[in-house]
């Protein structure tokens, strides 16, 4: 894969996979319905806030110089403000898929392995950002296979 203009997309490259994939949590809430409805919830807020901020990054990139300051600002914001609200949605995702998951007696030890110690917004979204590119990565290269 060639990533090719893209920061985000060439810092995760180099950049080791994640203490705990989404093949790991799917693997942790298996056997129970609700856990699995959970996880897949997680799974999709983690591909989508991955997707907001690679549309960010890309829409950021093409309007930088065909709109005037005080435009791109505000398209910048929007953009943010749409990130950001993807990224509220994981984090409670994952506090529920943890509480759940506790509740039924699993080990949730995956949730200071993603959020840290004290619940850290930025560890949460490196993880995120991590786990699904190893996931897209691995899916490509299995289809050249």
């Known amino acids: 894969m060639s990533f090719e203009g893209s920061p985000v997309l060439q810092s995760l490259e180099k950049d080791p996979s994640p203490?705990?994939?989404?093949?790991?949590l799917r693997t942790s809430a298996e056997g129970d319905e609700l856990l699995t409805e959970l996880f897949g919830e997680v799974?999709?807020?983690?591909?989508?806030?991955?997707?907001?901020?690679?549309?960010?990054?890309?829409?950021?990139?093409?309007?930088?110089n065909r709109?005037?300051?005080?435009?791109?600002?505000?398209?910048?914001?929007?953009?943010?403000?749409?990130?950001?609200?993807?990224?509220?949605?994981?984090?409670?995702?994952?506090?529920?898929?943890?509480?759940a998951e506790k509740k039924a007696g699993r080990d949730v030890s995956w949730w200071s392995k993603i959020a840290g110690?004290?619940?850290?917004?930025?560890?949460?979204?490196?993880?995120?950002?991590r786990a699904v590119f190893a996931e897209l990565y691995k899916n490509e290269d299995k289809r050249h296979e």
């Open 19 to 24: 203490d705990v994939s989404l093949e790991d």
């Open 43 to 64: 799974q999709n807020g983690a591909h989508g806030y991955f997707d907001s901020v690679l549309r960010h990054e890309r829409v950021a990139q093409i309007q930088v």
């Open 67 to 99: 709109l005037d300051a005080e435009e791109y600002r505000d398209l910048h914001q929007r953009l943010d403000h749409d990130r950001r609200i993807t990224h509220n949605a994981l984090c409670d995702k994952l506090r529920v898929l943890a509480r």
């Open 117 to 129: 110690p004290r619940e850290n917004r930025n560890a949460i979204r490196r993880w995120a950002l």
